[in-house]
């Protein structure tokens, strides 16, 4: 799906969503300080003042003076603005802790069968968008926070750490998992995995990424089932397209590309 193709930045929201409140609150405060001139017939700061004292329940009335005044509302302000920072803090605190930790934990508990993409760059995010498409459930790991919040705000179960830890690797469910993808930056870290999944999880199948050939057969010897190098199948892919042949061709350049590995 498109909507896995590029993450949403993880952050607070806009400022944009609180505009319409915003709007209502700033013509409240318009039509009050008017009916303060036009009815009580107050000059424009008094009425401001007034308005500002009413709604934040702070007497201004009395010979208290204009200063005075001022000082009471801008307390009233900070006061204000402080309990609603904690309050926001704490719901989104809360919520966080629901929706996005507990609950995404209880999901992926349940999960059985799944598939887990570790690594969520280019070849990770683009099986995640088939899998997603296609209604098959999975788990992604990754080490970036940025991409977790993403996904997680979309719904998809992901957890944050490195997928060479083990403990890592039973969040994910990998006792579970029907299918494991080592999408890691380097041939290393992908054999090493291949290697902890398949004592972890011996029936699992792996499907694996190698950046070069010398590392063909070193994933082949750690356990992966399925191993594939993206640069190759570019590359053939690259050269049917400009010499127009036929699909079924590139396939069998990929056969004996794999009985050579």
Known sequence: MAAHAEFRSAGKPSWKRYAPFLLVLALVYLASIANFMQVERKPLGDAFLETAC????????????MSTKIIHVLLGLT?????????????????????????????????KNHMIICGYGTLGRTIGNVLEDKKVPYVVIDVDKRVCDSLTEQGVPCIEGDALDVSILHKAGVRNAKRIVAALNSDSANVFLTLTVRDLAPSAEIATRAYTEDAVSKLHRAGADVIVMPDVIGGMEMAREILNLKESFVQKLLSVQRKRS
């Open 54 to 65: 009413t709604s934040l329940y702070v007497d201004c009335s009395g010979s208290a003076t």
């Open 79 to 111: 006061t204000m603005a402080v309990l609603v920072f904690l309050v926001s803090e704490g719901v989104e605190y809360f919520v966080k802790l629901e929706f996005g930790g507990g609950r995404m934990a209880r999901k992926i508990a349940s999960m």
